[in-house]
Structures are given as C-alpha cells and as structure tokens.
Nanobody, 115 residues
Framework: QVQLVESGGGLVQPGGSLRVSCEAS????????MGWYRQAPGKQRELVAG???????NYADSVKGRFTISRDNAKNTVYLQMNSLKPEDTAVYYC?????????WGQGTQVTVSS
C-alpha cells in the first residue's frame, strides 16, 4: 500500500519560514517525479514546485526565489522549504508522486500565513 504523509504545516507570520515534509512508503521515490501542490479555498489546485528523479527542479513563478524543493532518496522523503512567506501562500499543501501512469497523493497539510 502506497502512502504519502505530509507534515510540518502550521501557522506562521508573514515573512516567516516553514518546511513541510512528505514521507513515502510503499514506493521508492528515487524513480518518481515528486511535486508539491497547493489549494486555497475557492481556488484550483496548483503546482508549486516539482523535482524530477534526476533532481531537476521547477517552480511556480509566484514562489521562485522563496521556496526550495529537495529530495532525500535514502529517507524516501521530499521537502519544501518556504521562506519569506506571504498571506497569499495560505493553502493546503499536497505532495504528489508520479511515474508514467502511477500517481499518488498525500492527504495534505495546512499552511496558514497570518499575523
């Protein structure tokens, strides 16, 4: 059974930092594209950052220079370091693993940026 478990979300003030993690079980993430997506109330889910099996990364324009995605294949975990957080970053953050036709999602972790 494949599971992706996100953790590390919470409440942070504007300008602050947070790191969310996604630990996988049942698959080896080294073979997978791993992505962080987010969904704010009333909005569609959007890609925030992705990292290929070869560790090439891509970011949404809105987070470039502020967020960093990384992977630790030995720990079967992918991370999203979020700096200079803004209120508009408030959303549920989801982890996704994808390889060809196999796609798995985590349950999400809430990130709230507010003073």
């Amino acid at each position: 059974q494949v599971q992706l478990v996100e953790s590390g979300g919470g409440l942070v003030q504007p300008g602050g930092s947070l790191r969310v993690s996604c630990e996988a079980s049942g698959i080896s993430i080294s073979f997978y594209f791993m992505g962080w997506y987010r969904q704010a109330p009333g909005k569609q889910r959007e890609l925030v950052a992705g990292i290929s099996s070869g560790s090439m990364t891509n970011y949404a324009d809105s987070v470039k220079g502020r967020f960093t995605i990384s992977r630790d294949n030995a720990k079967n975990t992918v991370y999203l370091q979020m700096n200079s957080l803004k209120p508009e970053d408030t959303a549920v953050y989801y982890c996704k693993a994808a390889e060809l036709s196999r796609v798995y999602w985590g349950q999400g972790t809430q990130v709230t940026v507010s003073s």
